[in-house]
């Protein structure tokens, strides 16, 4: 059922950045290309926040969610779980009634997140550490001071080792 959702997206583009969080927009090289009279063409870029999926009961649901405000909502085992505006989740197209929130690159980093158990020293460390391999905490105004920005390190060169991947469907 998940290779469906497989439309050229990049992790950027669900856990956002060290500096903004996620635009639910897809970015993948591919993403926003169509073939128009036997060209390639730079199509409409593929809203993530509109993709919907049938439920068992073929209700559609959305896949992603932005929450606007303050709110809690019921997990799959009937608990309440405390949500803040600007918190993404993602509706599970395997399991009906399974959700979960997609935590945010920018939050890992932030001590002062919405959700304290999001920030991690390790992460804020990894991603703000400068080419002098000294100075880290804050985020550079300019990107080339930092040692891993996205431009020349992808975030699944570390990641991929511990963390359950995307490949095959969606990187």
């Not at 856990?15 to 993403?31: E, Q």
């Not at 068992?56 to 405000?69: D, N, S, Y």
């Not at 997990?75 to 405390?82: H, I, S, Y």
């Not at 009634?97 to 997140?113: C, F, L, M």
Request: proline fraction near 4%; include cysteine.
């Amino acid at each position: 059922n998940e290779p469906r959702a497989a439309i050229q997206i990049g992790c950027i583009d669900c856990h956002g950045t060290i500096r903004k969080k996620a635009t639910l927009t897809a970015s993948g090289f591919a993403a926003s290309l169509s073939v128009k009279d036997d060209k390639f063409d730079q199509g409409v870029v593929r809203n993530l926040a509109t993709i919907r999926f049938r439920d068992p009961e073929g209700g559609r649901v959305l896949l992603f969610q932005t929450i606007r405000a303050d709110t809690k909502k019921k997990d799959e085992n009937g608990n309440e779980v405390a949500l803040k505006a600007g918190d993404v989740i993602q509706n599970s197209m395997v399991v009906p009634g399974r959700w979960w929130r997609v935590k945010q690159t920018t939050d890992t980093i932030n001590p002062n997140a919405a959700h304290p158990e999001d920030y991690s020293v390790k992460s804020r460390y990894a991603k703000t550490i400068e080419t002098d391999n000294a100075t880290w905490g804050d985020v550079p105004v300019d990107d080339k001071l930092l040692a891993h920005r996205d431009e020349n390190m992808t975030c699944f060169a570390c990641h991929s080792s511990w963390m359950t991947s995307c490949f095959g469907c969606h990187l």
